[in-house]
């Protein structure tokens, strides 16, 4: 695949925000490898969770997507351009999403990885298996896909109606905050129950209904670069700053897994972070360095990494080659992220992006 190529369209700073999202997110999954080595807790600071960079940059990339529709249709929205536009979405994530739970399942049967087929059932087929309860012990990476799909469903449905209701910019932002709040009331409304550390984690932030407005953080920010383009060049390295400095922040936050913030508001605090980098990232568009298209080519296979980095490269690896040792797992971190990158990168180029292609033509 020539990256240099791919990134005539697409925009440098985006995919060097992605490609560090999808790297926090591997290297989380692999980091159990570096355990009695002096890389145990590199990079040596608290960093936030890379899925939470991906939701907040894929509402701004399918916010901008929507609002570019509405404003040239006056403020409407209609059925086919929303069926166009799942169509699209579609053909984007669920044919990789498919290819590799299916090869899950094989290499499970076959003995090839590890994983409770005990614990499949259709709900994975139709992203309903974390909609509005937890799920256990079967590709769990698949939390955060089931939440992106079901924004591409609520996202252009709420936009119809309030537009339908006012056909302006105030129907718009009206949608806007709909997605952000109703999220939040909906946790506030779970917060007494009763959770350790584990059920923080599946029940309030691996749920459909209580994490949407993560990604809605990022329509909001394409929403302020549609509208308020002097601000959003203007204070782009301001916000950066914010952004950067209050990411560092927030992991050394005091949490309990039963508080009421931890539960709730807290969240918001990365996404808003998050969102306050996209301005600065937005502005560069185009590499000219060998760094500039390893960047861009992990932005581009970053989809694949996500999905078979943990259920089919680490399920490999803990299957058949346990860590013994920490030089032993020092070794095998760095097969993980081989084997991560090269198979990524057959499945984009064989896989993926000619299903892509295939988008314009139906």
């Not at 791919?6 to 490609?19: E, F, H, I, M, Q």
């Not at 997110?25 to 002096?38: E, R, S």
């Not at 012990?137 to 006012?166: A, N, Q």
């Not at 939040?184 to 309030?204: H, P």
Request: with cysteine.
């Amino acid at each position: 695949m020539n990256s240099n190529s791919s990134s005539k369209k697409r925009t440098y700073g985006l995919d060097v925000y992605r490609a560090i999202a999808i790297i926090l997110v591997v290297h989380g999954h692999g980091k159990y490898m570096l355990k009695g080595t002096t890389f145990e807790n590199f990079p040596w600071v608290k960093l936030v969770d890379g899925v939470e960079l991906f939701f907040v940059l894929s509402g701004f990339l399918i916010g901008g997507i929507l609002i570019k529709i509405i404003d040239q249709n006056n403020y409407s929205l209609n059925f086919y351009q929303i069926f166009n536009f799942w169509k699209r979405r579609w053909f984007r994530t669920l044919p990789n999403y498919y290819l590799v739970l299916g090869l899950y399942l094989l290499f499970i049967s076959l003995g090839i990885v590890g994983g409770n087929l005990e614990h499949f059932n259709f709900k994975f087929l139709v992203f309903l298996q974390n909609f509005a309860s937890p799920f256990y012990h079967f590709f769990w990476e698949s939390w955060s896909l089931t939440i992106e799909e079901w924004f591409y469903i609520f996202l252009p449905l709420t936009l119809w109606g309030c537009l339908k209701i006012w056909p302006s910019r105030k129907g718009l932002l009206t949608a806007i905050l709909i997605l952000l709040v109703c999220p939040l009331l909906y946790r506030i409304s779970q917060s007494g129950i009763q959770v350790d550390s584990f059920g923080w984690d599946t029940k309030f932030r691996k749920i459909v209904l209580m994490r949407l407005d993560t990604i809605v953080y990022g329509v909001l920010m394409a929403y302020a670069k549609f509208y308020y383009q002097d601000f959003w060049k203007k204070y782009a390295t301001q916000l950066f700053v914010i952004g950067f400095l209050y990411m560092m922040v927030i992991p050394f936050i005091p949490r309990e897994s039963n508080d009421f913030f931890n539960k709730t508001f807290y969240f918001n605090l990365t996404s808003i972070a998050a969102m306050c980098l996209l301005p600065f990232a937005d502005q560069y568009k185009s590499f000219k360095t060998s760094f500039g298209k390893m960047m861009t080519h992990i932005s581009l296979i970053s989809y694949s990494m996500y999905l078979i980095n943990l259920c089919l490269v680490v399920g490999f690896i803990n299957k058949h080659f346990p860590i013994v040792n920490a030089s032993d797992g020092s070794i095998k971190y760095i097969v993980y992220w081989g084997a991560t990158l090269f198979f990524s990168t057959i499945i984009y180029k064989y896989f993926e992006k000619p299903v892509m292609d295939l988008r314009d033509r139906f």
